[in-house]
């Protein structure tokens, strides 16, 4: 029996897509049928199929989740988004640097399903930030943890701060020496704005670069060689902004205060 139940979940996508609709509330034939955009008569046996697997019940014309329907679909539904994520281009997946992110946060990575890849344009190749600075909607707050070297940081963030927008970044280790370095005064002016507070990570780690606003989050994700190859994931799900405000504070937790 156990083994038939999870047969009857997993080896039919029919089936599946049926249970994760009824997750919401009941609903008829005829919405099931035009929600999942098929004649009825396709549905017919997958539908059979869960009843008697005593998943769904039905009641009339109407269908809804059992008790055991419904903690089988909320426990399916973690994994069934990080099968999502993981399968939008598994190319890329296989070839990232996930070590700094902490392992309860990984568990998490199925909240990135609905994020789209993007390769950087030419313009923006070596210029993330600004990428979406410029084309980001105007924001209640900037988050960003900072991995790469950005000489344009500083006016970015410059301009931002005079707005009244509350900025806080994270700099991994060694870019906030380089940029401290180059941009110590600029960054120092920047920082006294009441609005702003900039850390540094105090652990040897390579985190990927985070920026995100309360509509949309952009994430750099290093390849196994811990190289930037100009692709980045961007969302503005609600999941995929607190995926990444979550792991942002991961990092602000483990940080201190940039002197």
């Keep these: 029996m156990r083994s038939s139940i999870i047969d ?23 919405e099931i049928a035009e929600s999942l955009d098929m004649n009825w008569n396709l549905l017919k046996q997958p539908v059979k199929e869960l009843k ?32 999502n994520t ?22 998490r990575m199925g909240e990135l399903e609905n994020s789209t890849l993007l390769a950087l344009s030419l313009d923006y190749m070596f210029e993330p930030l600004k990428q979406f600075i410029e084309n980001m909607e105007p924001p209640a707050y900037l ?7 950005d000489p344009e940081a500083p006016a970015l963030l410059a301009e931002l701060a005079g707005k009244g927008i509350e900025i806080s970044v994270v700099f991994e280790q060694h870019i906030y020496e ?25 652990n040897e780690m390579r985190p990927p670069e985070i920026i995100f606003t309360d509509k949309e989050m952009a994430i ?15 969302s503005s799900d609600a999941a995929a902004i607190k995926w990444g405000n979550d792991l942002f504070n991961c990092y602000k937790d483990i940080s201190i205060f940039a002197k």
């Design 220 to 234: 750099i994700f290093f390849n196994q060689n811990g190289k930037y190859d100009y692709r980045e994931l961007r």
């Design 8 to 30: 009857t979940i997993m080896l039919s996508e029919k089936r599946r897509d049926i249970m994760l609709l009824l997750a919401g509330e009941s609903k008829s034939r005829g």
């Design 52 to 83: 008697d697997a005593g998943l769904i019940f039905q009641d009339d014309d109407n269908y809804r989740l059992s008790n055991n329907g419904r903690l089988m679909v909320n426990a399916l539904m973690p994994l069934l988004s990080m099968v």
């Design 86 to 107: 993981f399968s939008y281009d598994s190319d890329y997946w296989v070839s990232r640097d996930l070590q700094a992110v902490p392992r309860f946060m990984a568990k």
């Design 143 to 149: 988050h960003i943890v900072l991995s790469l070297f």
């Design 178 to 202: 380089k940029m401290n370095e180059g941009f110590g005064e600029e960054l120092k002016k920047i920082s006294e704005n009441k609005n702003v507070s900039f850390c540094q990570l105090e």
